[in-house]
């Protein structure tokens, strides 16, 4: 019965407006924020060493500056420029982030999928294999996997993070898959004779997307963090400037103890503006997935909300809320051992 | 009984591959890097300890990958996780029971501590949806974003260096030796403030999103809406029909997030330079200590896994479903 309301959900609404709602996601006002964020980063990493002031490992005779027209960002205690260093440090760390959670997502479509789609014995044993890894402490063996290693770039840094972190994804549209399964449409399909792989390519992976993207956002936030982590622990090759070597330099300099605020507040402020840019993209795509979640959006504005009764709408506009409220994730308690499936992405465990 | 069971087996198996991954991880390590280790301490490594480590490496040829394999149960069943090298002569046994009540106590407060007032932000955020509280989820978000070593380091800095109200480092001073007195614990809990905090600032963010998102999908539930129209007071609706309910994917994904805290309360640990698990792990990694960190590592996971066993077994209590089968 849940599935035949998710399927109105789905259909109804959409159905007067498709070619506006395309572009619904875009206008949530926090997808927004957390795109324009992204994209100056994105344009830092791309263009950061052009425009770089100074080489950042050059030293100089400006020991331990504070801010100023010419150091933005203050001077190292051998006269580096701190602003440069962010600056070239920008696409490391994006590259590793965005790299690890391809990978990730990739392996977490192809097993969630494969066992949500297949069932029987082989999601037994793909999903117990995914259950393993979700349970042990990710960062941990992160840290003594890469500090066995003798060459630790970026991109064995991101092979590591993205080999070790997809159970997650995996877990979630193993769960979305299962409840897709048995829809109409995907009986359809099989019934004329699709064969196995047209129906999870062309029938299930359209309706995974916001689910993909949404683990692909949130591994990228868990990849750079866990990669600032091993930089800042001195594990991860220092010679590759990003914002965790900033840190590492800061830390074993003593920064704090001389009174250093620039030298470690920059690099930090940069991790929460890029972490809380992708929550943000997050954010818009639950809300995009389960209306429910929207807290200011067109609808409401017009409807007041009283909670647990039915909106009443003021203007005599319809109450697109209404028939939307049969939305996947309305079903979530009834699966007591799986979390709703999006609402939780990785960024706010860590 | 049969979810319970199922459960234990679960965690039986996760251990036994994490026991083994943590057997693997250096074996697959290509060169000889016991010679390189022995260069880097220029001498200073006993016989001993470099026979410990051929041991650790799988480079003694001797035995048969299988043989090592066993040995390898052997030693953990008695306890032996091997010798430390930063701290030799001690055993990684002994290292880690010195080091684990602080962390346990460090995590085991500060995590209730966030579950509970996390959850109950997220409650009332949830069920007054459009409020001054929805308002203020970026602001934890932002938050939640930081990485808990770097807020560390923040705290220290304005704390501890500018204001001078906490110490910067350390689990007690140093004029206490420890011992059950009150001035120890006394000290231990002032060295504490900073690294608590910081902790709970950091990971709150997740249990307040969390429980929003289940209440706002709870309140639209025919139950709650009956519970409102029987003329309930709004008290009684809000926490006995709705949050009770919503509460429950809450505590599973406690247990999932388990091993995300347990990290961050590692880096924690680091920049606090607390006596703990974490401190340990980090000098272990920067002295290139393989046995003290597999030893860490190890025992950090059975910890998390010993956790998850407990949620689950709170959550078997609390939804009678999950008991229905059995």
């Known amino acids: ?350 | 009984m049969r979810y319970f069971i199922q459960r234990v087996l679960f965690y039986a198996a996760t251990a036994w591959a994490a026991i083994t991954i943590n057997f693997f991880i250096p074996r697959l390590m290509p060169g000889d890097p016991v010679q390189s280790l022995i260069n880097r301490y220029q001498g200073q490594l006993s016989t001993e300890a470099i026979d410990s480590l051929r041991v650790l490496f799988g480079l003694d040829n001797e035995t048969s990958l299988w043989r090592q394999y066993l040995d390898y149960w052997g030693n953990l069943f008695n306890g032996d996780l091997g010798t430390s090298f930063t701290y030799f002569p001690t055993g990684v046994s002994d290292i880690i029971s010195q080091s684990m009540p602080w962390t346990l106590t460090l995590m085991g407060l500060t995590t209730v501590i966030s579950f509970l007032l996390g959850t109950g932000l997220g409650i009332l955020a949830g069920w007054r949806r459009g409020s001054w509280l929805d308002s203020m989820l970026p602001v934890t978000t932002f938050f939640a974003a930081i990485p808990y070593f770097w807020l560390g380091l923040i705290a220290i800095a304005v704390f501890a260096v500018q204001w001078q109200w906490f110490p910067a480092s350390g689990g007690y001073s140093n004029e206490f030796v420890p011992s059950w007195d009150l001035d120890f614990i006394g000290s231990a809990l002032y060295h504490g403030v900073l690294p608590g905090v910081t902790i709970i600032i950091s990971s709150i963010a997740g249990w307040i999103l969390g429980m929003r998102n289940m209440m706002v999908s709870v309140t639209a539930e025919d139950y709650v809406l009956v519970a409102q129209a029987k003329g309930l007071s709004e008290r009684r609706v809000m926490f006995s029909y709705a949050a009770r309910n919503a509460i429950l994917p809450n505590i599973s994904n406690f247990a999932l997030s388990l091993g995300f805290i347990v990290g961050g309360t590692l880096l924690v640990e680091m920049v606090f330079s607390y006596p703990g698990i974490g401190f340990v792990l980090y000098q272990g990694v920067s002295a290139k200590d393989y046995p003290l960190m597999q030893g860490v590592f190890l025992f950090i996971t059975l910890a998390v896994l010993a956790a998850n066993l407990v949620a689950d077994i709170v959550y078997l209590l609390l939804d009678p479903r999950t008991r229905r089968e059995g």
Request: proline share 6%.
């Open chain 1, 1 to 350: 019965m849940a599935l035949q309301a998710t399927e109105a959900a789905i259909a109804s609404p959409e159905a007067a407006a498709p070619r506006r709602d395309r572009f619904r996601f875009l206008r949530n006002r926090k997808t927004a924020i957390g795109l324009g964020i992204l994209g100056v980063f994105l344009l830092m990493a791309i263009f950061g060493e052009a425009l770089a002031p100074y080489d950042p490992s050059a030293r100089s005779d400006d020991l331990l500056q504070s801010p100023s027209w010419d150091h933005p960002f203050g001077t190292t205690q051998t006269g580096e420029d701190i602003f440069s260093q962010i600056l070239v440090g920008t696409r490391g760390v994006l590259l590793v982030g965005l790299l690890a959670a391809v990978i990730a997502t990739v392996l977490g479509v192809l097993i969630g999928v494969t066992a949500g789609y297949l069932g029987g014995v082989g999601d037994d044993v793909l999903s117990s294999v995914s259950n393993v890894f979700l349970v042990i402490p990710s960062l941990p063996l992160i840290i003594i996997i890469t500090s066995f290693l003798p060459e630790t770039g970026d991109l064995i840094i991101a092979l590591v993070i993205g080999l070790t972190s997809w159970a997650w994804g995996a877990r979630v549209l193993r769960a979305q898959t299962l409840s897709l399964r048995g829809r109409d449409y995907v009986q359809a399909a099989r019934a004329s004779g699709e064969s196995t792989w047209r129906i999870i390519v062309f029938e299930l992976l359209p309706n995974l997307t916001p689910v993909i993207a949404s683990g692909f956002i949130g591994t990228v936030i868990f990849a750079v963090l866990s990669e600032i982590t091993l930089a800042f622990m001195g594990i991860a090759d220092i010679s590759n400037w990003n914002w965790g070597t900033v840190l590492f330099w800061a830390q074993s300099n003593q920064a704090l103890a001389q009174d250093a605020w620039w030298w470690f507040v920059p690099a930090g402020l940069c991790i929460a503006l890029l972490g809380t840019a992708l929550s943000l993209i997050n954010f818009g795509i639950d809300e995009f997935i389960n209306p429910r979640l929207r807290s200011q959006g067109r609808a409401e504005r017009s409807v007041k909300m009283r909670v647990g009764f039915t909106p009443v709408v003021r203007d005599g506009r319809p109450a697109t809320g209404a028939p939307r409220h049969a939305a996947p994730h309305g079903t979530a308690p009834s699966e007591p051992t799986d979390p709703p499936a999006v609402s939780k992405g990785k960024g706010n465990l860590r």
